[in-house]
């Protein structure tokens, strides 16, 4: 049964910037030619990233600039969903063509599963999604349940937040964290409050979008905290590199959380030559860029560093479903600065 999109209750976006500033830029966008000899040797994990809005260029740049490996966490597509259908294809593509497209550029893909917190204001459909989620959470390769927490702090945001959370303790999964944009630090308190209230141990559970307001309280409390590069709402990258100079790496973790949005799916191989040029030791930006993020997702059990350590090979005769990303016998492309399409 579809909903009248005139029924929806309008939602401002979570990517809304809180408010304007004139303050000196806070993020640097990088060239390839320009940060490329200084991640030589990096491999790159980004731990939240949503594949499924992008493009098979960006697979590509990424490929070249060192990931290995990404966790596309459960979204929302940028409207309101209206069936319990939609939800159920977005679902099986994470774990299916997605992963398969990824697999095509050498890159590894995982997941996390859950009901997003703008779409647990429509308590009829999310009572039908959580229905369903079991049905995709113990799936090969879904590491966590994500993203899920509050956007605009509802009673039924909170209801569903904590429903979930039961089901990551009953599948033994760690836990995404989705902070909010707007009062963002009572929000996160609140996030780590119930969790806490729930029985979950911290270190099972992923604090994300932090920024410099709510980074030591969840560090102090045990929570991984995970800092998502996303110029003008989020955190800059010059940010970054500071928070990580101040706090070290021990349970910190960067992500690009690219998306539809205007995003950067290779901010985190930008953050880590930064970090580089500030002279921040190579063993520390391997730790907030893949070691951690690696780390904490693991306790699934559905992570084997042997699958992407050494490259994944790429068979363009493979398909899904009868289908390929490849087209009239292409080959990826590695090298974008090239301007010539063959």
């Not at 990088?30 to 200084?38: A, C, T």
């Not at 497209?101 to 779409?119: A, V």
């Not at 944009?181 to 029985?199: F, P, V």
């Not at 911290?202 to 045990?222: A, F, M, R, Y």
């Amino acid at each position: 049964m579809c909903e009248k999109q005139s029924d929806l209750k309008t939602n401002p976006s979570h990517f809304e910037n809180p408010k304007k500033t004139t303050d000196t830029p806070t993020h640097m966008d990088l060239k390839w030619d320009e940060y490329k000899d200084k991640i030589q040797g990096f491999k790159f994990f980004d731990p939240h990233i949503h594949m499924v809005s992008r493009t098979t260029d960006d697979y590509q740049n990424m490929a070249q600039a060192g990931i290995v490996a990404v966790i596309e966490p459960a979204f929302w597509v940028g409207q309101p969903r209206t069936g319990l259908s939609s939800f159920k294809d977005y679902y099986s593509s994470l774990v299916g063509w997605e992963r398969f497209r990824s697999s095509q550029f050498g890159i590894k893909h995982y997941c996390t599963m859950g009901l997003n917190s703008r779409e647990a204001n429509n308590e009829r459909l999310a009572e039908e999604v959580m229905e369903i989620l079991p049905l995709y959470v113990y799936k090969e390769g879904v590491v966590g349940i994500g993203e899920i927490g509050f956007d605009d702090q509802t009673e039924l945001e909170e209801k569903y937040y904590r429903l979930q959370l039961e089901l990551a303790k009953e599948a033994k999964l760690p836990v995404q964290i989705h902070t909010p944009h707007r009062d963002k630090k009572r929000g996160t308190e609140r996030s780590m409050s119930i969790a806490i209230e729930h029985g979950l141990d911290p270190s099972w559970v992923i604090v994300d979008h932090n920024n410099e307001e709510t980074v030591k309280s969840v560090l102090d409390q045990g929570f991984y905290a995970a800092f998502t590069i996303y110029p003008f709402t989020k955190m800059g990258n010059k940010r970054m590199v500071s928070i990580v100079e101040q706090y070290g790496a021990e349970r910190i973790m960067i992500n690009s959380s690219a998306d539809w949005g205007i995003s950067d799916p290779l901010a985190i191989p930008k953050t880590a030559a930064l970090m580089v040029s500030r002279g921040i030791p190579n063993d520390v930006i391997r730790k907030v860029t893949y070691e951690n993020a690696i780390e904490a997702f693991a306790k699934s059990g559905q992570i084997q560093v042997s699958d992407f350590e050494l490259s994944i090979p790429s068979d363009p005769n493979e398909k899904f479903h009868g289908n390929s990303v490849l087209r009239g016998g292409q080959l990826p492309k590695w090298n974008q600065n090239s301007l010539y399409i063959d």
